[in-house]
């Protein structure tokens, strides 16, 4: 079976349909989603509707959380903050209702996979996979082969060898494909698909052929600057509409 797997999302729907075409040209039979659907960009309702309809299976991210009140606007920046309470006014109480059914944690033991947003360590805080300490942590705590996080934006790799050996791999996209085998556990850092901060402003998202057991690492185009009109249009701040050109 051919699994894709998408990061961050945030509320950027040329972006998600380019990554869905994608996954969908590949053959893609099952979507898997670490939240923040919502966030930043001007398409909150499109991107979990389109989402649902998939019925790809997601995780709640901490800008998903914060729309639904279980996260406080106090730990954002005024930038995330002002589009956090613009998306508010934006989505249904039917979007809402979705939202707060999502688990900070899937387990998915058909696959041997995990999906969380941020980490595994007390996934309801969203800390930060960033460093090998971190990512320890979160490692130490994962019961299946794969774990998939977002939340940083950048896509990276950690593995886990006989419960020993750790190692890291900045950027996977430069290995090509990645053998997911033997007695390793593996993290996995899947990027943004709708704002990438790895300096490449093209979406993000990974493909995990079950049979072959490999991960691979894909980039998309998409039309970006419609975004930036939508996003300007709607009054939200521009520097998050200048941001996407970048991937920063
Ligand atoms: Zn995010």
Known sequence: MLVAILGDVHANQEA????????SDHGVSRILQMGDIVGYGPDPGYCIDRLRDLDATICL???????????ELEHFNPFARQALVWTKQQLSQDHKDYLASLPYVQRLEDLD???VHGSLFQPENFDYVRSLSSARLCIELQ??????????????????????????????????????????????????????RD???????VLYDTDAGRLSLHRVSYNLEAVQVRIRRAGLPSVLADRLSFGL
């Not at 998600?16 to 996954?23: G, K, R």
């Not at 991210?61 to 996260?71: Q, Y």
Request: proline share 5%; aromatic share 8%; hydrophobic share 40%.
């Open 16 to 23: 998600l349909d380019q990554v869905l075409a994608a996954a």
């Open 61 to 71: 991210g901490n800008h998903d959380a914060a729309v639904i009140d279980k996260l």
């Open 113 to 115: 996979v995990t999906l």
């Open 143 to 196: 019961r299946t082969r794969l774990c998939f996080v977002g939340h940083t934006h950048q896509p990276c790799l950690f593995i886990l060898k006989n419960n020993r050996s750790f190692e890291y791999i900045p950027s996977f996209e430069q290995e090509g494909e990645f053998e997911v085998g033997g007695r390793q556990q593996v993290l996995v850092n899947v990027g943004s698909v709708g704002q990438p």
């Open 199 to 205: 300096e490449d402003p093209r979406a993000a998202f």
